[in-house]
T-cell receptor
Framework: AQKVTQAQTEISVVEKEDVTLDCVYE???????LFWYKQPPSGELVFLIRRNSFDEQNEISGRYSWNFQKSTSSFNFTITASQVVDSAVYFC??????????????FGRGTSLIVHP | DSGVTQTPKHLITATGQRVTLRCSPRSGDLSVYWYQQSLDQGLQFLIQ???????AKGNILERFSAQQFPDLHSELNLSSLELGDSALYFC??????????????FGPGTRLLVL
């Protein structure tokens, strides 16, 4: 089973629409970290957010917001009033520390977001 | 610009050959990570070095090896290349040793094509 599932392979919206990207993870650890990264067409991976397993507060940064729910093992990402520049592939990642060693990140397969003008 | 540099940007080579990818971390970062991104496998963690020492290993093939030098730059060596090694190779860096618990900043990547 995948540790990080991004079930939406591709989402297409029109500019100014709100869009939510889903991320469901699987872990037995009590301490873990969750991340979202953006990969625009240029190819570089851009860090968006880091959240540890003990902090379930939702976070808002401008038009971006994140909803972390341990009860459903989900860490969803919402873009409000989407813009063409938001077009990119978005990756969710889970970091666990097997055997108490260094944290190893596992990435989802990504969701390709296309925002049409 | 993340502050992480990678060279070369593109690399075309033949099967059976050996190549070296280079990465310079952000100023002040002691950890360097290598990732492979391919259509088949997605984005996969390969290996982490912290202050010159190997810290964590992921799905890195035996044909691949890496090292981190005293000036903290890192090199990823890929040998006996196969067609399936064609991918985008990312380097990332972070301040401390905790690996995936920390925020990692990614370089622009090296696109490797094996013909």
């Amino acid at each position: 089973a995948q540790k990080v599932t991004q079930a939406q392979t591709e989402i297409s919206v029109v500019e100014k629409e709100d869009v939510t990207l889903d991320c469901v993870y699987e872990t037995r650890d009590t301490t873990y970290y969750l991340f979202w990264y953006k990969q625009p067409p240029s190819g570089e991976l851009v860090f968006l957010i880091r959240r540890n397993s003990f902090d379930e507060q939702n976070e808002i940064s401008g038009r971006y917001s994140w909803n972390f729910q341990k009860s459903t093992s989900s860490f969803n990402f919402t873009i409000t009033a989407s813009q063409v520049v938001d077009s990119a592939v978005y990756f969710c990642a889970l970091s666990e520390a097997p055997s108490g060693g260094s944290y190893i990140p596992t990435f989802g397969r990504g969701t390709s977001l296309i925002v049409h003008p | 610009d993340s502050g992480v540099t990678q060279t070369p940007k593109h690399l075309i080579t033949a099967t059976g050959q050996r190549v070296t990818l280079r990465c310079s971390p952000r100023s002040g970062d002691l950890s360097v990570y290598w990732y492979q991104q391919s259509l088949d496998q997605g984005l996969q963690f390969l290996i982490q070095y912290y202050n010159g020492e190997e810290r964590a290993k992921g799905n890195i093939l035996e044909r691949f090896s890496a090292q981190q030098f005293p000036d903290l730059h890192s090199e990823l060596n890929l040998s006996s290349l196969e067609l399936g090694d064609s991918a985008l190779y990312f380097c990332a860096s972070s301040v401390g040793p905790s690996g995936g618990a920390e925020t990692q900043y990614f370089g622009p990547g090296t696109r490797l094509l094996v013909l």
